[in-house]
């Protein structure tokens, strides 16, 4: 079910600039793997282009090649709609559809897809939101509008969206910046659960964060402001908050950076 | 903090007395600037409210005038004999018309607003939305006397195929049927102020549209929506309250537009079965083309008319707004 990401050589530009340069990384199947490195080093869009949300911003594009085990996401004549049924997406600020139900939201992928019967449509969801560790909060409000919920709540709600259409992949967009601590815990808690099913894939601004859920990390980092970000390193988490190989990334770890 | 912003009137104890001491202890509520601008706003707030009562003093009272002298059902006569003794008129024919004719205009125009404000926003590059969005303000521009000559010089004479078309596959719903006279109908009114209210809903709905959150966007994306699911899952619900304020916008344009409709439509005192049949009236209409002939008794009578088009207005605004709050608990963007 999980999947494993191979990205070659993957430039992207907004326009005539180019936002980030030549990365080339591996991304095991059920692994977690944190991207951290200081604002503007283009984490975020890198992460836009594995599941191809990075061309809907105007004058977006992408050279290189991002591989989901065999299949070529870029390929031609692969449509960027079902590269994103494949590869899920979670955001900065939750995002529920704020005119749909709790019960809405959580099938609304489900509804693009395909036809379900409402039972097959109420045990998906109701996996779902237990896979979202939400359950127990809504189950009995289901048809209450999801944007009532706290902030912690629409996130995991947003969680169980995305895990509903049982993607290959996970990408999570500094999914609890937002959030306060208890619910930021119960986000990190969700992702060592998820990742027995999904390939997770995370950017975080929080260091701790990053050591805590992830298997791998990659360190991003820009020359300077208005040149393109680039991948430092990506190592197993342990060896990059303890013995990383290239400085850079150490004194960023260690908060020494300009 | 200074915590001396009330009015002077509750002047504290222990301060000395005299204007400039007591300018001085409220200095936050006197500045010149400060009470230049409330007295302006305010004044503009009670100036609204004072020329709303006059005008509702002004047709309540006139209409009352005539409508006692009203020998027939005011609301239910299929006549306007003002000069009869005793005067028996009713507005039912121009209720009727002016409802219908609004009706089509909004079935013809709400969704071809839509969709251009979708168009706009969702699917036209920018090089080609900035010119369209140029040419609808244009057409907004044009006054309505010319859209009304138009109606009449180009609308009418090209309308026959349509209506033989209609008369061919929707006649037998009676109310789509042709008898071959000329098309100065309330269809053709309807068409025409649909026309007119396009530029109007279609502004206001892309505006709505294009404050769409782009997280909302993006939420549909990432679960592989394509443009249209998009749309539909995101754009349209966000939407919704502005699309139908814009329509309400549009229909009282519709509701009140006099001389488009005078110079297309050719009046009569009846109600015909089909839309398609010649004649009818409404209450901008009617009032336009009898105020200048009327006695005064009769201009009282037609004020008790336009009263009337003044209630179903505040009517048509209040249940759009109730269609508004009704889901409002779903509407909210998140915090």
């Known amino acids: ?258 | 903090m200074d915590t001396t912003t009330q009015h002077n009137d509750a002047a504290p104890p222990l301060t000395p007395t005299g204007p400039g001491a007591h300018k001085r202890a409220t200095r936050g509520a006197t500045r010149p600037g400060d009470r230049i601008f409330l007295g302006l706003s305010r004044g503009s707030g009670i100036l609204l409210l004072v020329i709303m009562a006059a005008i509702a003093v002004f047709l309540t009272y006139r209409a009352a005038l005539a409508i006692n002298k009203d020998d027939g059902n005011f609301l239910t006569t299929f006549e306007w004999n003002t000069g009869l003794l005793p005067p028996q008129f009713g507005i039912a024919v121009l209720a009727f018309g002016t409802v219908v004719s609004s009706i089509v205009a909004m079935a013809l125009a709400v969704p071809v607003a839509v969709g251009i404000a979708l168009f706009l926003t969702h699917y036209a590059p920018r090089k080609l939305s900035g010119p369209i969005a140029y040419v609808i303000d244009l057409l907004a521009a044009v006054p309505s006397i010319v859209y009304g000559l138009w109606g009449a010089l180009v609308l009418v004479p090209h309308l026959n195929g349509l209506y033989g078309w209609l008369d061919d596959y929707f006649g037998w719903t009676g109310i789509l049927s042709w008898q071959g006279g000329a098309p100065r109908s309330l269809l053709t009114v309807g068409i025409l102020l649909a026309i007119m209210i396009l530029p109007i809903i279609t502004n206001v709905s892309r505006e709505v549209f294009r404050q769409v959150p782009q997280m909302h966007e993006e939420a549909a994306l990432a679960l592989g929506a394509t443009r249209w699911e998009v749309i539909r899952m995101s754009v349209l619900p966000f939407g919704r309250s502005g699309v139908i304020s814009a329509s309400m916008l549009g229909l009282g344009r519709a509701l009140g537009e006099t001389m488009a409709v005078a110079t297309v439509l050719s009046p009569t005192f009846d109600i015909k079965a089909s839309l398609l049949d010649p004649g009818g009236g409404t209450f901008a209409q009617n009032i336009a083309s009898k105020f200048n002939e009327a006695t005064e008794f009769g201009q009282d009578a037609l004020i008790a008319s336009g009263l009337v088009l003044f209630v179903i207005t505040l009517l048509v605004n209040g249940a759009a707004r109730m269609i508004i709050n009704r889901r409002k608990e779903y509407s909210g963007a998140n915090a």
């Open chain 1, 1 to 258: 079910m999980a999947k494993r990401i191979d990205v070659s050589g993957l430039t992207a530009y907004y326009g005539s600039h180019k936002a980030i340069e030549d990365i080339s990384m591996t991304v095991e199947p059920r692994s977690v793997t944190a991207f951290i490195g200081p604002s503007g080093c283009g984490k975020s869009t890198f992460l836009r282009t594995l599941n191809r949300m990075h061309e809907v911003t105007p004058g977006g594009r992408v050279e290189g090649k991002v591989m989901l085990d065999s299949e070529d996401l870029y390929g031609a004549g692969v449509d960027p709609v079902s590269v994103r049924r494949e590869v899920g997406m979670v955001f900065q600020r939750p995002n529920p559809f704020p005119t749909m139900s709790i019960f809405d939201n959580v099938a609304a992928g489900l509804r693009l897809n395909g036809n379900y019967k409402k039972s097959q449509l109420n045990d998906i969801v109701e996996k779902s939101l237990k896979g979202a560790n939400l359950w127990n909060e809504v189950k009995d409000r289901l048809n209450k509008p999801g944007s009532g919920l706290s902030g912690g709540q629409q996130q995991r709600l947003c969680i169980a969206r995305a895990i509903a259409v049982e993607p290959k992949v996970l990408l999570m967009d500094e999914p609890c910046s937002a959030l306060d601590p208890i619910s930021t815990l119960a986000i990190e808690d969700l992702i060592g659960e998820l990742k027995e099913r999904f390939t997770i894939v995370i950017v975080t601004h929080n260091m701790q964060q990053a050591a805590r859920v992830s298997d791998r990390t990659a360190f991003f980092n820009l020359a300077a402001v208005g040149q393109p970000g680039r991948l430092i390193e990506i190592d197993d988490t342990e060896r990059i908050f303890s013995n990383p190989s290239v400085q850079a990334t150490e004194d960023y770890i260690s908060g020494r950076f300009g």
